[in-house]
């Protein structure tokens, strides 16, 4: 099964920020992927699942341009940007999680959150934004917004 996560080929685009100015809402990482974009990771993570394997992909990031991070308007992002997105699939994992790693963003993710992360893509994808899903079971643990 690892040879079709292998298999997999990315489409679209995909991007990733965080703003500048902080408050509850603009706190955390911010999400949105272009149509093509969404159901390509929306295809890797269903590969991962059906794996049932530790695996990982790496996956080029859009540069996040002013009618990205105007959709949800609350000011210019932090200044970095980051190329690329290496997504592992730990089966045991409970938790999102989104770790800076030079100019890539490793995310990692197991069975237990990835029917959450795979269903955010999906309403990306079909044009149903603004929306946060939560990282963790902790009720004060940060939560990923999508747009």
Known sequence: MAEDVNA????GAVYIWRYSA???SRRGWHF???PAGCASIVDLIGRMVVSNIACHRTLALGRVSADIWEIPNFGPPKAEHFEKLRIDYLPGAADLALVENGDRLDLGFGSTRAASLKAAFV???IGNGDFGIATSNDKHAESW???
């Open 32 to 34: 949105t992927a272009d």
């Open 8 to 11: 997999w080929r990315q489409s």
């Open 22 to 24: 902080l408050n509850s």
């Open 123 to 125: 309403d990306v994808g």
């Open 145 to 147: 917004m999508f747009w």
